[in-house]
């Protein structure tokens, strides 16, 4: 943590992402990785993060009064993108261009080159940023050229250079969590899955990466589709550290693949267990086939660690949709993962997705049915927002998307859009669907936030009173939400209007124009 009266040589600035209440804000863990080796080398790193701080102008003014080296900010695509170059564009005016802007995150690394062709972007770093922002710093620091930098993209003059792409860490290398850049307790939440829990934290990755080949999803992508993991006892000390150290009752590891050595899992599993702690834990990694072949002793050893809720990627209740996104797996497959997870005691939650080029409302109706069945066979299964298909670069599906239709933005600020289904009204996000079917397939990804998402989201929230009464509010609503998906209303639904508005005002501001 710093004061205004600290010295500052590198300022990192995370933006909002549209959608940032209770324990739906995680730590930056993209600017904790990267600020580790700087904070080791003895640079002096800030974090301002734009979610949890009200005074985040403020404090961007005082840090560039101290004159750091460069600025750093971090964006994924869609909205984030609008508050990163809000950003941006106060930085370069404050500093009169005189302070490099450095772009990193999700989005610039898969279109790094159009990202530096903006005029509030001087270097992208592609991929992972843990080595290559020392360097960047060091090179700023030194006047020397940027072209020795493994991993950036960079305006000189009016041409955009490209240095050489840099290797994929290894992990087992990375530094601690440098917990003291930020204040903690302003991630530290009631748990949004796990019941009853009240400081629970996002403690980050112990593995990175995955090796499988979904046609939709850029993090695999983004790292060649490589999993690298964290030997057991690195990876029991970012466990165990954090939850002894901010004595927390529950945690998340988001490591994309968490699960897929299940060796490696359950002598984690076991370590936790050896240690004594008692905590709760979920992950947003667990392959459905993998998990599938996990015997029963297994699965209970998870159970016996804290493992309260596993988070799968069922994507799609048709198996023709399946199989054009390379997912691995069948309808049956998911049916049985949910099966199991009763049996042993876990509780799983179920990611769904529509929209994808070629698919047709029967397969749509089959991701519905699936829904419905997996809720049917057991009650206590969790769902996140049937989300509507996006096309994002370097994906397998990318190309398949342009020459179904797809017309991507020319440049850093026609992305801002790209995630919004009121912007996909007309066409531009899944333009193979009539307009009539666009509606009703952004119907229902609203219905099935207030069914599933909105009660759950409530949970975060630290106000016991004001939890109550908005869990009674949105209690009938979910319910009758939840009987329209359950029957395939979607098609008709003006209650819906309220739900957009609200979502407008309330995540994306009064300042906001989504179309």
Same mark, same amino acid.
């Given at each position: 943590m710093f004061n205004k009266d600290d010295d500052i040589d590198v300022l990192l600035i995370y933006p909002k992402t549209g959608i940032d209440?209770?324990? &739906?804000? %995680?730590?930056?863990?993209?600017?904790? &990785?990267?600020? %580790?080796p700087l904070d080791k080398k003895g640079y002096k790193v800030r974090i301002i993060d734009q979610r949890v701080d009200n005074l985040?102008?403020?404090?961007? +003014?005082? #840090?560039?009064?101290?004159?750091?080296?460069?600025?750093?900010?971090?964006? =994924?695509?869609?909205?984030?993108?609008?508050?990163?170059?809000?950003?941006?564009?106060?930085?370069?005016? *404050? !500093?009169?261009? #005189?302070?490099?802007?450095?772009?990193?995150?999700?989005?610039?690394?898969? =279109?790094? +080159?159009?990202? *530096?062709?903006d005029e509030f972007v001087d270097v992208v770093c592609v991929g992972e940023g843990d080595i290559t922002l020392m360097e960047l710093v060091e090179a700023f620091a030194r006047k020397s050229p940027l072209m020795n930098v493994k991993g950036i993209v960079f305006k000189d003059g009016n041409k955009i250079v490209m240095t050489p792409q840099r290797p994929l860490l290894d992990i087992e290398g990375l530094l601690n969590v440098p917990w003291h850049l930020i204040d903690l307790e302003k991630y530290i939440h009631r748990d949004f899955y796990i019941k009853n829990i009240k400081r629970s934290l996002d403690i980050g990755q112990t593995s990175r990466g995955c090796p499988f080949d979904c046609g939709f999803c850029s993090s695999a992508s983004l790292r060649q589709r490589k999993w690298r993991a964290m030997s057991v006892e690195k990876s029991l000390e970012r466990i165990i550290g954090p939850i002894k150290q901010f004595n927390l009752d529950g945690i998340w590891i988001r490591d994309d693949e968490f699960y897929i050595d299940r060796n490696r899992a359950d002598s984690i599993c076991e370590g936790i267990i050896k240690s004594g702690i008692k905590i709760k834990w979920y992950t947003s990694g667990t392959r459905i086939d993998i998990f599938n072949r996990s015997?029963?002793?297994?699965?209970?050893?998870?159970?016996? #660690?804290? *493992?309260?809720?596993?988070?799968?990627? !069922?994507?799609?209740? #048709?198996?023709?949709?399946?199989?054009? =996104?390379?997912?691995?797996?069948?309808?049956?497959? &998911?049916?049985? *993962?949910?099966?199991?997870?009763?049996?042993?005691g876990i509780t799983p939650a179920f990611a769904l997705m529509v929209g994808f080029p070629g698919e047709t409302l029967d397969d749509i109706n089959q991701t519905i049915e699936l829904f419905v069945q997996l809720k049917k066979d057991n009650p206590k299964a969790q769902f996140e927002a049937i989300g509507t298909y996006t096309a994002l670069p370097k994906t397998p599906l990318y190309e398949l998307a342009i020459k179904s239709g797809l017309k991507p933005p020319r440049n850093l600020e026609g992305w801002i859009y790209w995630l919004s289904d009121e912007y996909d009204i007309e066409g531009r996000k899944i333009p193979w669907f009539g307009r009539k079917d666009r509606k009703k397939i952004g119907n229902l990804t609203y219905m099935s936030i207030l069914a599933n998402i909105s009660y759950n989201a409530i949970e975060g929230i630290e106000n016991n009173l004001l939890r109550l009464a908005l869990k009674l509010f949105i209690l009938p609503i979910s319910h009758f939400e939840r009987f329209k998906l359950k029957n395939k209303w979607y098609a008709f639904a003006p209650e819906l209007g309220i739900a957009r508005y609200l979502r407008k005002k309330i995540f994306y501001g009064s300042h906001r124009n989504i179309r």
């Open positions: 209440f209770g324990s &739906t804000i %995680a730590p930056p863990h993209a600017f904790l &990785t990267i600020a %580790a985040w102008r403020q404090h961007i +003014e005082e #840090s560039l009064q101290k004159r750091p080296i460069c600025v750093g900010v971090s964006s =994924m695509t869609g909205t984030q993108i609008y508050y990163a170059l809000e950003i941006a564009k106060i930085v370069r005016e *404050a !500093a009169n261009g #005189s302070i490099p802007i450095v772009w990193g995150g999700a989005h610039p690394s898969s =279109m790094p +080159e159009q990202t *530096a062709e015997s029963d002793e297994q699965i209970k050893l998870l159970k016996k #660690s804290g *493992a309260d809720t596993l988070k799968f990627g !069922a994507e799609s209740g #048709s198996d023709r949709i399946l199989k054009l =996104m390379q997912k691995g797996i069948r309808r049956e497959d &998911t049916i049985k *993962a949910n099966l199991k997870a009763k049996r042993c």
